[in-house]
């Protein structure tokens, strides 16, 4: 088949994720039929630079034939079978393990998924049959944050804080209220506080949120150590110790949801390393596979797992593809590949100082505000040149310079306004230079 083959099909009969799917119209979609290392390559033959690893996943880049072996091994060897009752396998086993190794604190144990949205309704179950055998039945509100990404199910989509999500969802799952993000540039910059202050302003926002709810009702705080797919937000150094100290201080649970920030993308394996978190749940998915194959979990600390073992019984919850063994099987050669590969300690002595010296170059071009990047994930604010202000949402400008930068041969993506890398975490030097330029030029264009 060729290109308008494939396209016209498309049309006809798939319905993709998060599209307007008349707005595809007449051009269609462009076809992807390979990739190569940080890049993919279209129908046409034109090469791309993967600027956001697929969805912040392919963190190993494409094409890596040691994740494609270990799949058809294990296909050949046990393509599945399940982990209900008592029965398991040796990649479900031998995961768990090594996840447990890499992960920080008490996370000794790890509930699999399919995915990052059903590792979200797994942890909603899990706070709330917590407290509810801890005999305090009545803490079940769990405490978000507007413009949150954590899942499409509908306990994901209420956790995660996105209005238009919101707005389509139906009833959304009780029980479940949003704090401010500490953005400082979207909201703090307004305010005219200096990034330290406001950090601590969002943390005060979460204790006067526990207030109002009545502190003997929260039961967990969810967030990403940098939220990903709201606008790559790095907040400000004071925002985590005051955000630890009031779920200290009131004795709420700590979800951090690793999706995105896991597996490298800060620098250490989990973004809570980075900022001295403890989590006592932490969900994870796309780069524990490199998006090879869909997988994904939640490790659980100690505090929360013996209570459910010891106190709970059987925890009525599990999906047909919780560790299943193929996916399973790459997700730990890809754990095996980073760790022989320091592709970690990479990310955070070399490539991560790299694109930050870089990338915040992009600071002094006059259609953006601010340039900030943490490890390999970064993001670009724009503004209206003539204003020093951000332009009228209706002009679409972050989705004009996400266009031009792709029909110039870079995936970079848009949230509004913010424009967000999050490349493979195997890159190079030269890879980030072209990735930058490329950036530089898209929005010259933009201009
Ligand atoms: N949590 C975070 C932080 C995410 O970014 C995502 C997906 O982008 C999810 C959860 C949901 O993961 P999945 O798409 O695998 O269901």
């Given at each position: 088949m060729q290109t308008p083959d494939y396209q016209r099909l498309d049309r006809a009969h798939h319905l993709h994720p998060f599209t307007d799917f008349k707005a595809l119209g007449e051009e269609g979609s462009r076809i992807i039929e390979r990739g190569e290392g940080v890049y993919i390559i279209d129908s046409e033959g034109n090469r791309i630079l993967d600027g956001m690893a697929g969805l912040w996943c392919v963190n190993l880049g494409y094409g890596r034939e040691e994740l494609v072996e270990a799949a058809a091994a294990q296909m050949r060897q046990l393509p599945y079978y399940n982990n209900f009752f008592k029965t398991t396998h040796p990649p479900a086993v031998k995961l768990a393990e090594t996840l447990c190794r890499l992960a920080p604190g008490h996370l000794n144990r790890v509930f699999f998924t399919g995915s990052g949205s059903e590792a979200n309704d797994t942890v909603l179950r899990m706070v709330r049959r917590y407290w509810a055998l801890k005999g305090q039945p009545e803490k079940q509100w769990v405490i978000g944050r507007e413009n949150a990404y954590h899942g499409s199910t509908v306990a994901g989509l209420s956790l995660g804080g996105m209005a238009p999500m919101h707005a389509q969802g139906g009833p959304l799952v009780p029980k479940i209220a949003h704090v401010r993000q500490p953005w400082w540039f979207g909201e703090g910059r307004s305010e005219g506080q200096d990034p330290e202050a406001f950090g601590r302003d969002c943390a005060a926002a979460l204790e006067a949120k526990i207030l109002e709810l009545g502190e003997e009702n929260v039961a967990a705080f969810i967030a990403e150590p940098v939220q990903g797919a709201g606008g790559a937000i790095i907040p400000p150094a004071s925002y985590w110790p005051a955000v630890k100290a009031v779920l200290a201080k009131y004795d709420i649970l700590l979800v951090a949801d690793e999706v995105i920030c896991g597996f490298g993308r800060l620098g250490e394996w989990f973004g809570s390393v980075h900022y001295g978190l403890e989590p006592d749940l932490m969900p994870i998915a796309k780069g524990l596979s490199s998006g090879y194959l869909p997988i994904g979990g939640v490790l659980v600390g100690d505090r929360v797992a013996d209570t459910l073992i010891e106190e709970g019984g059987e925890f009525f919850h599990g999906f047909t593809y919780s560790g299943h063994p193929t996916c399973a099987a790459v997700a730990l050669k890809n754990l095996e590949l980073m760790e022989a590969e320091g592709v970690v300690e990479r990310v955070r002595d070399d490539l991560g100082p790299y694109l930050a010296q870089r990338w915040q170059a992009l600071g002094a071009h006059p259609l953006v505000g601010e340039a900030r990047s943490l490890g390999l994930i970064g993001a670009l604010e724009l503004i209206d040149p003539a204003t020093g202000e951000r332009f009228d949402?209706?002009?679409?400008v972050g989705n004009l310079c996400r266009d031009l930068c792709f029909a110039s041969g870079l995936v970079m993506r848009s949230v509004g306004d913010t424009m967000i890398i999050s490349p493979p975490l195997v890159i190079t030097h030269a890879e980030i230079d072209e990735l930058v330029d490329k950036a530089r030029a898209a929005l010259d264009a933009t201009l």
């Amino acid at each position: 088949m060729q290109t308008p083959d494939y396209q016209r099909l498309d049309r006809a009969h798939h319905l993709h994720p998060f599209t307007d799917f008349k707005a595809l119209g007449e051009e269609g979609s462009r076809i992807i039929e390979r990739g190569e290392g940080v890049y993919i390559i279209d129908s046409e033959g034109n090469r791309i630079l993967d600027g956001m690893a697929g969805l912040w996943c392919v963190n190993l880049g494409y094409g890596r034939e040691e994740l494609v072996e270990a799949a058809a091994a294990q296909m050949r060897q046990l393509p599945y079978y399940n982990n209900f009752f008592k029965t398991t396998h040796p990649p479900a086993v031998k995961l768990a393990e090594t996840l447990c190794r890499l992960a920080p604190g008490h996370l000794n144990r790890v509930f699999f998924t399919g995915s990052g949205s059903e590792a979200n309704d797994t942890v909603l179950r899990m706070v709330r049959r917590y407290w509810a055998l801890k005999g305090q039945p009545e803490k079940q509100w769990v405490i978000g944050r507007e413009n949150a990404y954590h899942g499409s199910t509908v306990a994901g989509l209420s956790l995660g804080g996105m209005a238009p999500m919101h707005a389509q969802g139906g009833p959304l799952v009780p029980k479940i209220a949003h704090v401010r993000q500490p953005w400082w540039f979207g909201e703090g910059r307004s305010e005219g506080q200096d990034p330290e202050a406001f950090g601590r302003d969002c943390a005060a926002a979460l204790e006067a949120k526990i207030l109002e709810l009545g502190e003997e009702n929260v039961a967990a705080f969810i967030a990403e150590p940098v939220q990903g797919a709201g606008g790559a937000i790095i907040p400000p150094a004071s925002y985590w110790p005051a955000v630890k100290a009031v779920l200290a201080k009131y004795d709420i649970l700590l979800v951090a949801d690793e999706v995105i920030c896991g597996f490298g993308r800060l620098g250490e394996w989990f973004g809570s390393v980075h900022y001295g978190l403890e989590p006592d749940l932490m969900p994870i998915a796309k780069g524990l596979s490199s998006g090879y194959l869909p997988i994904g979990g939640v490790l659980v600390g100690d505090r929360v797992a013996d209570t459910l073992i010891e106190e709970g019984g059987e925890f009525f919850h599990g999906f047909t593809y919780s560790g299943h063994p193929t996916c399973a099987a790459v997700a730990l050669k890809n754990l095996e590949l980073m760790e022989a590969e320091g592709v970690v300690e990479r990310v955070r002595d070399d490539l991560g100082p790299y694109l930050a010296q870089r990338w915040q170059a992009l600071g002094a071009h006059p259609l953006v505000g601010e340039a900030r990047s943490l490890g390999l994930i970064g993001a670009l604010e724009l503004i209206d040149p003539a204003t020093g202000e951000r332009f009228d949402e209706s002009l679409a400008v972050g989705n004009l310079c996400r266009d031009l930068c792709f029909a110039s041969g870079l995936v970079m993506r848009s949230v509004g306004d913010t424009m967000i890398i999050s490349p493979p975490l195997v890159i190079t030097h030269a890879e980030i230079d072209e990735l930058v330029d490329k950036a530089r030029a898209a929005l010259d264009a933009t201009l």
